[in-house]
């Protein structure tokens, strides 16, 4: 989400100010948007502007770049559950077990349209978990500390009977 991240930065010093709720929907209504990026290229780290970056870099792969700011939520998403299909085909390859489908946990979880765009890319489905993951991980580990559960399966149990995690499953292509 850095890509974002810097883009709604940038916005906002342009006086656009929006919450992630605007952005998830304007990314929705962007429809598809044909080009993606490569979220892991070094040219993204920390460039002096996001949407530069992006557009110099569709520029050089002969992509038609993004030009308005859903088309470019669009394009990072896209980019972002395309990058997770690239990057779970190589763990699948090393697990010496079926992956089968995709947890996501934190703030991530929260986007319903990136974990679509996910489930549809992957061709599998994406549980989404907690947004709060890492509290929820800081309690139990002081439950364990406290005695009030004694190992990690116990742990997985009560935080499986306590949030119901969102499924999302891979959509028809058309």
């Keep these: ?25 304007m990314a929705q209504e962007a429809e598809s948007f044909p080009s993606q990026v490569n979220p892991d290229h070094p040219r993204f780290a920390n460039p002096p502007s996001m949407t530069q970056a992006i557009s110099a870099y569709c520029n050089e792969q002969g992509l ?6 859903p088309e470019y939520i669009r394009c ?62 800081n309690c139990m580990m002081q439950a364990k500390a406290a005695g009030i559960v004694k190992d990690r399966w116990e742990m997985r149990q009560l935080i499986a009977g306590s949030f119901k995690p969102k499924v999302f499953l891979p959509e028809k292509k058309n």
């Design 1 to 25: 989400m850095w890509l974002l991240e810097q883009c709604h930065k940038e916005w906002e010093k342009e006086g656009y100010l929006y919450d992630y709720n605007q952005l998830v929907k």
């Design 64 to 69: 038609c770049g993004p030009a308005t700011h």
């Design 76 to 137: 990072i998403f896209t980019s972002l559950a395309n990058r997770y299909k690239e990057v779970l085909h190589t763990l699948k390859e090393m697990a010496p077990f079926p992956i089968e489908r995709l947890h996501v946990i934190g703030g991530g979880s929260k986007n319903r349209l990136l974990n679509q765009l996910t489930a549809n890319a992957i061709d599998m489905p994406v549980v989404a978990g907690s947004s709060e993951a890492t509290a929820i991980g």
